[in-house]
């Protein structure tokens, strides 16, 4: 599956890079992650579940390697999920851009296989699922920003 | 396969049902026609720990034609929608909708009720009640509220249904004069999860002029969706063809941005929404204009 897709975050790039390097800022805006931990340099080691709506897809056991990093400009991530219901496997790339009005522009591609029973089972709600968590994920990343920068307004 | 284990309960009226899924809260779900509830049990992609079966529940499944329209209980099987000559007079949209409800054993269990709370994108129901624009009626411990179709539906599998609460009976307004409607969905084989489907609500004036026009798909996002640009582009129009191929490409360009899987691309369901609601469009003006043209 191919997902790809722009998101305008309400800050400077700095601070968006910041944001996306930190996994406990991560943990918190992917949904359904229940840890997630720098295991080595650039490499998080974590648990996901994926549930939609009354359904419970299982636990993902998930390793993400960060690569070809550039900041504050762009990085890829070489995705690897492994659980009870299947697998997805993949790569994704990132890049940040400037804004006229002082925002950053996100723009993301990433090809992910998705495979097990889960894709059996479910095959034709794979895009909708991960744009669902993609969107909530950006929107959550969105809000820490905002709350990041105001807490930096009122110190200075 | 078999399913977690869970513990079972049959209620005999609506309280007794309320009453428990109060007591169980968020672990609890209503059991209905089953026939989405329990293969996902067995694969186990849900474990619920309490299933309420509300299938000797009394008074869920009526289907009468009153004042406001026509209301139909929740537990009400979609044969009986499917054959009811109430159901055909009052709601002919739903009647015509029926036979692409995936297949007659499904149909024999399935419910009204449980098609639209569990909101599969891809289900004909939910999309049929939007275009309808009909009301659901929600109760629960604290009382009952009703949601407007167009407010229930809110992602993949998800609505504005609490933990706790029953969608109890679903009221469908009563059709304008000179109205008309029409169904068409485009599945691999009949009955399988259509790659785009479409019904549509419509009615015209003494002079044929299209008052309303209400253009629902099913199969194109997370979620049953209203085509807003349709409507827009007909309502106060002369439902002419060329009309009517502005507006359904003006929807498919505007209201949909429709997911891709292995059997059709999002271009390619774009494609299929555009020509399926031309296609329903004209058929369902042609059957609003005959009463007019015939006076």
Redesign the interface.
């Known amino acids: 599956m191919i997902l790809n897709g722009t998101f305008t975050f309400n800050g400077p790039r700095q601070k968006v890079w910041d944001l996306l390097q930190d996994p406990d800022v991560l943990a918190k805006a992917l949904p359904g992650t229940e840890r997630l931990t720098l295991s080595g340099p650039d490499r998080y080691e974590g648990v996901m579940k994926v549930s939609v709506g009354p359904m419970t897809a299982a636990k993902f056991d998930v390793t993400v390697a960060l690569g070809d990093k550039q900041p504050p400009e762009r990085f890829t991530m070489q995705i690897d999920g492994k659980g009870a219901v299947g697998f997805a496997r993949g790569t994704a790339s990132v890049a940040l851009q400037d804004q006229a009005d002082g925002g950053t522009a996100m723009e993301y591609t990433s090809d992910v296989q998705i495979g097990g029973r889960i894709a059996s089972v479910g095959q034709r709600l794979i895009e909708s699922v991960s744009r669902m968590m993609m969107r909530q994920a950006l929107e959550s990343l969105d809000r820490e920003l905002r709350s990041r920068l105001e807490s930096d307004a009122s110190r200075s | 396969m078999k399913p977690a284990p869970f513990e079972y309960f049959r209620p005999r009226s609506v309280e007794e049902a309320i009453e428990l899924l109060a007591e169980h809260g968020p672990d609890a ?1 209503p059991l209905a026609g089953g026939q989405s ?1 329990i293969p ?1 049990m067995n ?6 720990a309490v299933l309420v079966d509300l299938n000797e529940a009394a008074g869920l499944s009526n289907v009468t034609a009153q004042a406001d329209g026509l209301h139909i209980g929740g537990m009400t099987r979609h044969r009986t929608l499917e054959r009811s000559e109430t159901v055909a007079r009052a709601a002919p949209l739903v009647t015509a909708a029926m036979p692409f409800v995936a297949h007659a054993a499904i149909r024999t269990r399935g419910t009204l009720g449980g098609s639209l709370a569990h ?1 599969d ?2 289900a004909e129901l939910p999309a049929v009640m939007l275009a309808l624009d009909a009301v659901f009626t929600v109760q629960s411990r604290q009382g009952s509220r009703k949601v407007r179709a167009a407010d229930f539906f809110t ?4 609505t504005t249904l609490q933990a706790g609460e029953l969608l109890t009976d679903v009221a469908i307004p009563r059709t304008p004069p000179h109205a008309a409607y029409a169904f068409q969905e485009i599945a691999r084989r009949h009955g399988d ?1 259509a790659l785009a489907g479409v019904a549509a609500a419509v009615a015209v004036d003494e002079r044929g002029r299209c008052t309303s026009a209400r253009v629902a798909l099913l199969s194109v ?2 979620r049953p969706v209203l085509a807003e640009h349709a409507s827009r582009a007909l309502e106060g129009e002369q439902p002419t063809e060329e009309a009517i191929r502005a507006a359904a490409a003006a929807a498919a360009a505007h209201d949909i941005d429709p ?5 059709a691309s999002s271009a390619y369901r774009r494609h299929l929404a555009a020509v399926l609601m031309r296609s329903v469009l004209e058929r369902a003006f042609i059957d609003a204009g005959r009463p007019f043209r015939a006076a």
């Open positions: 779900k509830l996902a694969f186990r992609l849900a474990s619920p909101a994108p891809a992602g993949l599998f998800t999860y996002s997370d997911p891709g899987d292995i059997h």
